[in-house]
């Protein structure tokens, strides 16, 4: 899973967020057309956005991966179900 990403952006793709399937962020990359002194909150706004919905594809990947690996049946003592 660490090989395979997912993205996820916020303020209409001025934020991107890539995560890998290890639910780790690999890459940020920020519009330059956000970057504004005067609204930094903004842009921290868009970045924890971007973050937690990267992270969330993140673990859907991971789910989908485990029920490849299982066919679908449900393990009880795996930490992600």
Excluded: W, Y
């Excluded at 952006?9 to 290890?22: D, F, I, Q």
């Excluded at 956005?49 to 049946?73: D, F, I, P, W, Y």
């Amino acid at each position: 899973l660490e090989g395979k990403t997912v993205s996820a952006e916020a303020g209409g793709g001025m934020v991107r967020v890539t995560a890998n399937g290890k639910q780790r962020i690999v890459k940020i990359v920020i519009d330059r057309e956000v970057v504004n002194p005067a609204e930094t909150e903004m842009l921290e706004d868009l970045v924890l956005a971007a973050a937690n919905q990267a992270l969330e594809k993140s673990k859907e990947l991971q789910q989908e991966r485990v029920n490849q690996l299982t066919g679908g049946m449900k393990l009880p003592n795996l930490p992600f179900f």
